[in-house]
């Protein structure tokens, strides 16, 4: 609790002094900016634009974890599957978010499409690597152990594989969410008309300095969020699981 109060009280001491040396102008002061946020909380369209941004990066997510876990643990336990899929996911994470926004603005125009494509194709790769990676790194032994036995296919993926590679898929996702909401306001700031993203890009297109702040401090209040409720439980949980697993 204290080095939270110090953070904040730090910040807020060197908002002010750019505020001082660079002018209001440009650097609206904290006061000047939570009024201004004050003030938007109370429109119904500020909360839309929330919603849709949240709804856009959870869906992504939803989608990339499906593709990801069914891919990845195909690749983990065949090497042929592994040799035509990792090329495909190498490619991608190659590939920089801003150039997926460019074709899909040419191809599907702007909307939902753009920034759930762009999160999927920039988070898709570590998932993929860190559930294929880890599937292929549980013990031989095992699955001929349940050979053996005759245990079915389903049951072997729902007792071995999916129990041993836990721990990686809680540390995978953590990394997902934590770059989950950046990239949805990336591509909403370039490719689309609605969301926070899109939102800073009016702000900034029309020079509203306190209402641009005001979206900025929105945008890290749900990083904040995102880290306290969800990835930090994602990353302890991992931890623990790594530890009775050790």
């Given at each position: ?25 440009l650097v609206p002061s904290p006061q000047a900016t939570l009024r201004s946020l004050g003030s938007m909380l109370f429109q119904l369209s ?105 245990v079915t296919r389903g049951r072997m993926l729902k007792e071995l594989v999916l129990p041993g590679i836990y721990p990686y898929i809680l ?76």
């Open positions: 609790m204290i080095s939270l109060f110090f953070s904040i009280t730090l910040l807020l001491g060197l908002w002010s002094l750019a505020t001082f040396f660079l002018g209001s102008l500020v909360w839309e634009n929330m919603i849709l941004t949240l709804g856009r990066g959870f869906s992504a997510i939803v989608f990339t974890f499906i593709l990801a876990l069914f891919t990845g643990i195909a690749a983990g336990l065949s090497r042929k599957t592994m040799a035509l899929l990792a090329p495909m996911a190498a490619v991608l994470q190659a590939t920089p978010p801003i150039l997926w926004i460019t074709l899909l603005m040419v191809w599907v125009g702007t909307g939902n499409a753009i920034p759930i494509l762009v999160v999927m194709a920039s988070l898709f790769p570590p998932l993929f690597f860190t559930i294929a990676q880890s599937t292929a790194s549980l013990d031989p032994r095992l699955f001929v152990i349940a050979r053996t036995y005759r540390a995978g996702l953590s990394h997902a969410l934590g770059s989950c909401w950046k990239v949805t306001a990336v591509a909403e700031f370039l490719g689309s008309s609605e969301g926070i993203g899109a939102q800073i890009y009016w702000s900034y297109r029309m020079l509203d300095m306190p209402r641009l702040f005001s979206w900025a401090l929105i945008l890290v209040g749900f990083g904040l969020v995102i880290e306290s409720g969800l990835i930090r439980p994602l990353r302890q949980a991992a931890a623990r699981n790594r530890g009775s697993h050790a």
